[in-house]
């Protein structure tokens, strides 16, 4: 049967949207966006594909599903975070004339990258001093919280991916922030058991932190009263007599300041001798 001239190609789903041909870098920056707009409950393939001017299927050739695109807004997150680490280096601007050339290879073929870990000038590859750890680790703890603060919608992802997804399955940029953590707390001269164990208790403490932090804790926002706005009234006396007089000092956040503090005390755990029991 012959085909008719006038009938136009069958319609296959572009991944030419209004801004220009998509990439999966656009795509998650784009789905970032809409949650830290309007929450985690928006994010759709067709809401996606909405607000980049695509069809949804166009997206599946950089997400394959939601559980994937959830895993892409984890990546993004950690993407910033070592932009941010990267660029607050000291040393972000002044390129390195002792450092060796990208392509040139060590005596055992490992490459220039593992040579250049720690530089001439006595600082590692992020351009903290090689000796001072706890400083590379409060770095680290601190744009993490900056970063969370930025896109609170998306900081329960950071845990429920995280047990939701086996390790090796993780975006490199997640995995990379586990190198980095690690690396540091290696340079503390502990034996790998211990490493381990601290490197648990650290990323305990820091999503832990985050999240207590992004907890909703008000109820009525244009109550002046500071009773009323937690909402202290809803709470049973009798039952919960304890809660209802601290509340308004939980209701406060612990700030860079308390992230600090908690991040040496744990740090401390693990790096200073106990005691000797009496």
Do not use: I
């Not at 006038?6 to 991944?15: G, L």
């Amino acid at each position: 049967m012959a085909k008719n001239p006038q009938t136009p190609p069958a319609r296959r789903a572009s991944d030419r949207g209004r801004y220009g041909r998509l990439s999966r870098e656009r795509v998650l920056a784009t789905a970032l966006e809409l949650v830290d707009r309007e929450g985690l409950s928006a994010l759709s393939m067709r809401r996606l594909g909405a607000e980049l001017g695509v069809e949804a299927m166009a997206l599946y050739r950089y997400a394959e599903g939601k559980d994937a695109l959830l895993d892409g807004l984890v990546e993004a997150m950690h993407l910033e975070l070592h932009a941010r680490l990267d660029a607050d280096r000291p040393d972000a601007d002044e390129p390195d004339a002792d450092e060796p050339d990208a392509d040139d290879k060590s005596a055992d073929g490992t490459g220039a990258a593992e040579a250049a870990d720690t530089r001439a000038d006595g600082t590692d590859a992020d351009g903290t001093d090689a000796d001072d750890w706890r400083a590379g680790l409060h770095r680290f703890a601190r744009t993490l919280y900056d970063v969370c603060l930025d896109h609170p919608h998306a900081v329960p992802l950071l845990t429920t991916r995280l047990l939701a997804v086996p390790m090796a399955r993780r975006p490199l940029p997640v995995l990379r922030s586990h190198e980095r953590v690690l690396a540091l707390l290696e340079k503390a001269g502990l034996e790998e058991s211990t490493t381990a164990a601290a490197f648990e208790a650290v990323l305990g403490w820091l999503l832990g932190y985050v999240s207590v932090e992004l907890r909703p804790m008000v109820d009525n926002p244009d109550e002046p009263d500071p009773a009323f706005r937690l909402g202290l009234h809803r709470l049973p006396s009798q039952e919960l007599p304890t809660l209802r007089r601290l509340a308004p000092a939980v209701a406060e956040r612990g700030g860079p300041e308390g992230l600090a503090t908690g991040l040496d005390a744990l740090l401390d755990r693990f790096t200073k001798p106990a005691s000797p029991s009496p």
